[in-house]
């Protein structure tokens, strides 16, 4: 039996602890906010944020995370207005939005780690996040406005 | 059981691969089963908005307007509207509903959208493709809201015995200026549901100098805090009780068949509950599952490592020895020898040979993949007779009817619940993945959730063609130009629905080709035989990213061997303002539009030039290494003009500083929405022109992931791209924006590339060939 923390709370896993972490919060706990978008760590879609770094998901397992504090787009804000998902919806970033949780957590981690990043640390930071809808734009100006104040 | 050749049975575009003269039938009979107020448009005469036909009563059940199927109205007042085209990023849940809110005078912020199942007796035509949802419901919806708002105000001049003349609905209430009376719509919810539906006849549509909403742009989409919240549900998403986690080894070769496999190592994997096959269908089959094996597990991960663990033996059948660089070699070949002739304007064979000076341009564009960042994925539940799905589907209704065939059960019985897409671009207008599901469920006996990984996705899709457009183009000694020949060549979608299809289905044809609006006095468009190895099928924009690159890299050519401006030299090509006469042409398709009223106007496309030239700054000064190039295309009935900066570091890395792209679509609802998808597509345009490309080699696709699929990522992305929406004018008819983005762009980046460097690339995607 493995113990894990999920915004906050303990989950327990008594299957395969190898089994990667994406799986465990979308199909085992039920937070389906992470995205399967690859499964190799290329597109960003499954981002968590796992002690203020960004995380995929996908290529992470369950037992790597033992002892670890894990936050999922569900945990980033208990009313969902950390202000980069202010800045998110003032810019109306999301067409399909499918990407726009993974985006909004790497953001997320950027900021925590460096609060005004440069124009062009915010496109390389980002750029591990594919939006096939190409909101780049947006999704840049953005994180800039998160990082200015919303 | 045919499922592809009863045209009755035919759907969209596939219309017009069987069906020359579509009757309509399928309206009338959504006329009868909605019973007393379903009328079909097209729209009638209005002094406040200047009639417009449009293609919408030739869709698969025409449309339905009305408004007991589309709004109710709670006794709180909230006022819930029914979204019945399916979400994938274009906006279209808020913006249909929006127009219904416009007409009735309801306050957005008291209004809830609810997605409509697919049912297209009910709802009317639900394909959400093909840039249609604005151009063919903006009317119907407006007339939708008017028929509401005139139920309640009728009951509000009941209840206050004055002639109904007297009140007003105005904001979410009924008003009687005289008394200064007011009831709210919630008040009026109950009575105004015993008012007759109002004949559309007499239906007093709002004055636009009077809209909230329509044409402003303010209203953000209504999925927006729960996309930034994690809580908007994608057909992923989707958790039953006691459902399984598939996923399937599909045949490596389209139209390979399962040998043998053997399961003891997948049995083994932790969590994983049964392995069996999956039934597959000949290729062709329009839509039909590609069979395999499925490894059924406790989640998705467990399913993919027991995937991982199964041996599987494959017959690879006829198509084994596909491979891209042989194939390549056969289009030229094709594009070589003269072809089916499918438009002639003059002699262009004789004015060829006469000309002082031939410039021939051979383009080539491979298979590309969607990749959706959600991969195909739904949840089926099958009891007994009865099935219920849900799915991230394009076509609500043409799922139900798929499935409905293939388990062999009426569609009555079949539920198809339609979740947000997380993206579409034409691959999720293909249900293969829900019948997936539904036969997995019906063999269980539980629900099941059918995932697709991104591998999958890639390998086993229905790819967009890939294709040889060949141009010559004829010049006297003055330059101009007198002779132009078009021969394009590439397998048709049309493969996917019937064996041996080897020409262009007259969608496809229309799409860039016999539509060439130049005013060339000797002009043959001619489309040689190509067979099909793999599932083609629709890439937004579809045969337009061939045709523009073709055609608008040949205008800057020209330009460039007759030392004349790019932009110049492309005006000159349109020529005269006027309506392009495409009597010559059997079918001109002109996308499922009456031509009168979406012709192709020369005007409206000399403008989107000038706009865009204007606006762009055309024939700016650029740093050393820089370029501008321009492209201009009318596609899906709208007119986009693009101008690309291009800059191209000494060791030939391609960065696009600026985008400008000017887009003329008629009437519109949410320009701010439009914007997001003109951005949107200058990044796929760039994806494609720089890295998208889908090989073959012994019939298997050779590409997997976004490593070796690459797309465009934030650093590369155009540092801006601004967009220009040409204000309409009051008569001009709503036209697509979802798709026609995409074709300018490729052109565009290839004539900066070309400004910038001398270079000119006639091969896609650029890949390498600016280094060294
Ligand atoms: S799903 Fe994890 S990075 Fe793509
Ligand atoms: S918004 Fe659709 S993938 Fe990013």
Redesign the interface.
């Known amino acids: 039996m493995i113990k894990v923390k999920i915004n906050g709370q303990e989950q327990n896993w008594d299957?395969?602890p190898d089994?990667?972490l994406?799986?465990?919060l979308?199909?085992?706990v039920?937070?389906?906010?992470?995205?399967?978008?690859?499964?190799?760590a290329?597109?960003g879609?499954c981002t968590v944020i796992i002690d203020k770094q960004a995380v995929r998901a996908c290529i992470t397992s369950v037992s790597d995370v033992v002892g670890r504090d894990v936050t999922?787009?569900?945990g980033l804000h208990p009313t969902?207005d950390h202000p980069v998902?202010k800045a998110?919806?003032q810019l109306?970033v999301?067409?399909?939005?499918?990407?726009?949780?993974g985006q909004?957590m790497q953001g997320a981690a950027l900021l925590m780690d460096n609060p005004k990043p440069s124009h062009d640390q915010?496109?390389?930071a980002?750029?591990?996040?594919?939006?096939?809808?190409?909101?780049?734009?947006?999704?840049?100006n953005a994180v800039r406005l998160a990082s200015t104040g919303v | 059981m045919n499922i592809l050749t009863n045209p009755k049975k035919l759907r969209g575009f596939e219309r017009h691969l069987k069906v020359e003269n579509v009757s309509r039938r399928s309206i009338l009979k959504g006329l009868g089963i909605a019973g007393g107020f379903a009328l079909a448009a097209p729209v009638m005469s209005r002094p406040a908005f200047a009639a417009y036909e449009t293609g919408a009563g030739a869709m698969p059940h025409g449309t339905v307007v009305d408004p007991r199927v589309f709004v109710s109205i709670a006794p709180d007042g909230i006022v819930t509207i029914i979204g019945h085209r399916a979400?994938?990023?274009?906006?279209v849940r808020t913006s249909l509903p929006l127009i219904v809110a416009e007409e009735m005078e309801a306050d957005w912020s008291r209004v809830r959208v609810q997605q409509a199942p697919g049912n297209e007796a009910k709802y009317g035509n639900q394909d959400t493709d093909g840039s249609r949802s604005t151009r063919h419901y903006l009317m119907p919806m407006r007339q939708i809201g008017a028929s509401a708002r005139s139920m309640l105000e009728a009951a509000a001049a009941k209840r206050w015995g004055v002639p109904a003349t007297e009140v007003k609905a105005r904001n979410h209430e009924v008003v009687h200026a005289a008394s200064g009376r007011k009831l709210g719509f919630g008040e009026l919810a109950a009575d105004a549901a015993k008012e007759s539906v109002p004949g559309i006849e007499g239906l007093k549509l709002k004055d636009p100098k009077d809209f909230r909403y329509l044409g402003k742009g303010q209203i953000?989409?209504v999925?927006?805090?729960d996309?930034?919240?994690?809580?908007?549900?994608?057909g992923?998403?989707i958790?039953l009780p006691g459902m399984k986690?598939a996923v399937i080894a599909r045949p490596p070769v389209t139209g390979g068949k399962l040998k043998s496999f053997d399961a003891a190592d997948a049995m083994k994997?932790?969590?994983v509950e049964k392995v069996l096959e999956v039934k597959g269908w000949p290729w062709p089959s329009k839509f039909q599952p590609l069979g395999g094996v499925a490894v059924i597990a406790?989640?998705?991960?467990?399913a993919?490592?027991g995937r991982d663990a199964l041996k599987i033996v494959w017959d690879d059948g006829a198509n084994g020895k596909y491979d891209s660089v042989a194939y390549r070699a056969s289009l030229e070949e094709a594009a070589r020898k003269p072809g089916l002739v499918v438009r002639k304007e003059g002699d262009a064979e004789a004015a060829l040979k006469s000309a002082d000076k031939v410039i021939t341009g051979e383009y080539y564009l491979p298979h590309l993949a969607h990749?959706?960042?959600?991969?195909p994925v739904a949840v089926a539940d099958v009891k007994g007779d009865r099935c219920e799905i849900w799915a991230p589907v394009q076509s609500a209704g043409g799922t139900r009817e798929d499935v409905a065939k293939t388990l062999g059960i009426p569609e009555a019985n079949v539920t198809v619940n339609v979740t947000?897409?997380?993206?579409?671009?034409g691959r999720k207008s293909k249900c293969d993945f829900a019948i997936e599901a539904a036969l997995l469920s019906k063999e269980l006996g539980a629900p099941v959730k059918v995932?697709w990984?991104?591998e999958d996705d890639v390998r086993h899709g229905f790819l967009h063609t890939v294709s040889l457009e060949r141009i010559e183009a004829g010049l006297d000694k003055n330059g101009k130009v007198i002779a132009w020949r078009h021969r394009s060549v590439a397998p048709t979608i049309a493969s996917t629905f019937a064996a041996g299809a080897k020409h262009a289905a007259p969608f496809e044809l229309g799409m860039g080709l016999i539509d060439n609006p130049f005013e060339i006095a000797n002009l043959q468009c001619e489309n040689p035989e190509a067979a099909a190895h793999t599932r083609i099928g629709w890439f937004r924009a579809v045969s337009n990213i061939p045709r523009a690159f073709a055609v608008q890299s040949m205008v800057a050519e020209i330009a460039a061997a007759t030392k004349r401006d790019p932009k110049d030299m492309l005006l000159e090509l349109i020529g005269s303002p006027r309506l392009v006469n495409l009597s010559s042409v059997k079918d001109p398709w002109n996308y499922g539009e009456p031509y009168g009223s979406y012709p192709i106007d020369t005007a409206r496309l000399r403008k989107v030039v000038e706009l865009v030239a204007d606006k762009g700054g055309w024939g700016r000064s650029v740093p050393k290494g820089h370029g501008l190039g321009i492209a201009v295309h009318r596609s899906f009935v709208s007119y986009i003009a693009t101008i690309v900066e291009v800059a191209i570091d000494d060791k030939g890395k391609l960065t696009v500083p600026r985008v400008d792209t000017a887009i003329d679509c008629g009437t519109y609802v949410n320009p701010?929405r439009i914007e997001?998808?003109i951005?949107?597509?200058?990044?796929?345009g760039l994806?494609l022109a720089k890295y998208g490309e889908i090989t073959f080699k012994d019939g298997k696709v050779q590409q997997g992931?976004?490593?070796d699929f690459p797309?465009?990522?934030?650093?590369?992305?155009?540092l801006?791209?601004h967009v220009y929406i040409v204000p309409p004018g009051p008569d001009t008819p709503p036209s697509g924006v979802g798709e026609p983005g995409v074709p300018p762009f490729a052109p565009a980046l290839i004539n900066a590339i070309f400004a910038a460097t001398g270079k000119r690339i006639r091969s896609l995607p650029i890949g390498k060939q600016l280094e060294a």
């Not at chain 1, 999301?94 to 949780?101: K, L, N």
């Not at chain 1, 980002?126 to 840049?140: H, V």
């Not at chain 2, 947000?420 to 671009?425: A, D, R, S, Y």
């Not at chain 2, 797309?711 to 155009?718: Q, W």
């Open positions: 299957g395969d089994l990667p994406l799986w465990f979308r199909d085992e039920g937070l389906t906010g992470t995205k399967y978008g690859c499964g190799q290329l597109c879609s999922t787009i569900e969902g998902q998110w919806r109306n999301p067409q399909c939005g499918y990407c726009q949780t909004i915010i496109r390389e980002m750029a591990g996040n594919i939006c096939r809808c190409g909101a780049y734009q947006r999704i840049e | 979400e994938m990023g274009t906006g953000g989409i999925d927006l805090k996309i930034t919240t994690g809580k908007a549900q994608y992923a998403d958790r986690y994997v932790s969590g406790r989640n998705t991960g467990a993919i490592k990749v959706s960042m959600e991969p947000l897409l997380g993206g579409g671009f995932q990984t991104r701010e997001s998808q951005e949107g597509a200058a990044i796929m994806s992931n976004f490593d797309v465009i990522r934030l650093d590369e992305s155009p801006v791209t």
